[in-house]
């Protein structure tokens, strides 16, 4: 069993920067593919980064590319995602999720958190 607690979301201005932080508890964690994925009201939950347990593979949605982060400490059980250049469209509840697979599919995460708001004003 795995558990994720999202933090560090917020209001921010377009063209500030926020760091989110996703802690993992249980004893299989460092194993998982780690994935960050967003949600904005009326829309479908996106892929938004993924990294597997070692960081030697990651992928970004082509719309955060440039701008996101993502990145892991295995020996504090945290992913991190960090948001630059924020525009207002990447206003969303952000969730991170852990999965066996490698891929950017919601469905294929097995574990996720309750998710941490992010808006970006204009």
């Known amino acids: 069993q795995v558990q994720l607690v999202e933090s560090g979301g917020g209001l921010v201005q377009a063209g500030g920067s926020l760091r989110l932080s996703c802690a993992g508890s249980g004893r299989t964690f460092r194993r998982y593919v780690m994935g960050w994925f967003r949600q904005a009201p009326g829309k479908e939950r996106e892929f938004v980064a993924a990294?597997?347990?070692?960081?030697?593979?990651?992928d970004y949605a082509d719309s955060v590319r440039g701008r996101f982060t993502i990145s892991r400490d295995t020996a504090k059980n945290m992913v991190y995602l960090q948001l630059n250049s924020l525009k207002p469209e990447d206003t969303a509840v952000y969730y991170c999720?852990?999965?066996?697979?490698?891929?950017?599919?919601?469905?294929?995460?097995?574990?996720w958190g309750q998710g941490t708001q992010v808006t970006v004003s204009s």
């Open positions: 999720a852990a999965g066996t697979g490698w891929t950017i599919l919601a469905g294929e995460y097995d574990y």
């Open positions: 990294i597997t347990w070692s960081g030697g593979s990651i």
